[in-house]
């Protein structure tokens, strides 16, 4: 019986390709560089300043990658988090062929369009936003293991068949910058702009959301963090 005052993360997915933002999935296996923990859980530094919803989704990508045993860590994320250059490239390529084989089985990634990618994350039930979100993971993840992508599939390259997006005019008069703050999908849905969102409460009426490109680099994020441990300003209601 789960103590009263226990972190509560939500259910996660069972089974289902990663969509949680890959830049995420990276930043939590940084995390992991200097101490491996016992346990995977929400009292873990980097999952406390996440919401429940990119706990869970975290734990389900470690999960689908045999990484974690329910929440303990096994060998190959201690090899993955604390390796690096080549090895750790290794390592990775090894649990992410072996993770999605299943799914995609034969495809070849050097001839295969971004439909055909689709297709497959739709087969195991998947829909609409989350089918991109799974499709950015794929890429982003199939690009740090040196897997042969088509050039059209690399990270950035556009995927849909119309033309370039018209603006959207603002919902309620309101402007596109509050629209984006709302978490509507000019950012947070765009394959090459994966955004990781902590909700200030349960609700998630009040949240705060960063994307970044899925190639981002440690040192990029490291400039990222000193900028914001000294630019954000909060302004009052």
Not at 49 to 72: E, I, K, P
Not at 150 to 174: I, M, V, Y
Not at 197 to 214: H, I, Q
Request: glycine share 6%; proline share 8%.
């Amino acid at each position: 019986m789960r103590p009263a005052n226990a972190p509560r993360m939500n259910a996660e997915p069972k089974n289902k390709p990663p969509y949680v933002a890959y830049a995420t999935f990276k930043n939590f296996l940084a995390s992991l560089k200097d101490l491996v923990p016992a346990r995977i859980d929400p009292t873990h530094p980097f999952m406390a300043g996440q919401s429940g919803t990119n706990q869970s989704y975290l734990m389900s990508a470690l999960r689908f990658f045999d990484l974690v045993t329910d929440r303990t860590p096994n060998s190959s994320l201690k090899k993955l988090a604390q390796s690096e250059g080549e090895d750790r490239k290794a390592v990775w390529k090894e649990a992410f062929e072996k993770a999605y084989k299943p799914i995609l089985g034969d495809l070849d990634l050097t001839t295969a369009t971004a439909g055909m990618l689709h297709d497959k994350f739709r087969a195991q039930e998947l829909t609409g936003e989350t089918v991109n979100k799974c499709f950015s993971f794929f890429i982003a993840g199939a690009e740090d293991a040196g897997l042969p992508l088509a050039k059209h599939l690399k990270p950035g390259a556009r995927t849909g068949t119309g033309g370039p997006r018209k603006p959207r005019k603002p919902r309620n008069g309101g402007s596109k910058a509050e629209e984006d703050a709302e978490g509507n999908d000019s950012t947070e849905d765009s394959p090459a702009n994966p955004a990781a969102t902590l909700l200030l409460d349960k609700e998630g009426v009040r949240r705060v959301t960063l994307s970044a490109p899925p190639t981002i680099t440690k040192a990029e994020l490291d400039r990222i963090q000193k900028w914001l441990s000294f630019q954000l300003i909060v302004m009052e209601e």
